[in-house]
């Protein structure tokens, strides 16, 4: 079985989702749910679940503590949902082809450094877009141009705004993360 943690940033609905889906699977367990911010929702969603916690400063990510710590933790994959912060090459090389994140666009469009959450989603209804959707995809050294694992569309009318955007989106998300995950963990 798999042992995976899950890096956030924010509120941690899709930390949660996958958390849930994988709780009587076989493949895998969420075993380690981490984030740089103190005050992160996440955290109460993990504490709920039983699920254990860590935070940490940008400091110790890049450091290499963290990879000590998972290591240590006997974590075989990690999974970014909603996870801010760039991933060090130390944390890529210690876990290659391990590390997947979700990107709220179809990459390449809208990626790269500032482009997340309610940022996409203004830019895609600004340029007016006739659909939208999420990439799947592995980590490396550069924002969002890992491989793509998986996307998924969703059409955007002329009438949407961002806020519509971003739930179209997040539908998308809570219902392929998991099984794209798992997919991943068990080809």
Known sequence: MYKIAIF????????????LYFKDKPTAEVGL????????FVLDRAKKLAIERVVFSSEQLKSGELVNLLKDKGIDFIVLAGFLLKIPENLIAAFPNKIIN?????LPKYG????????????VVANREKESGITIHYV??????GAIIFQAKCKISETDSYEDVANKIHQLEYEH???AIEGVLAP
């Open 8 to 19: 956030a940033s924010g509120s941690g609905s899709n930390a949660e989702n996958i958390a």
């Open 33 to 40: 749910i981490l984030t740089n911010k103190a005050d992160a």
């Open 102 to 106: 979700i990107h709220p666009a179809l």
């Open 112 to 123: 790269g450094k500032g482009m997340y959450g309610d940022a996409v989603h203004k830019a």
């Open 140 to 145: 490396n050294e550069h924002y969002d141009e």
């Open 177 to 179: 993360f998991p099984r």
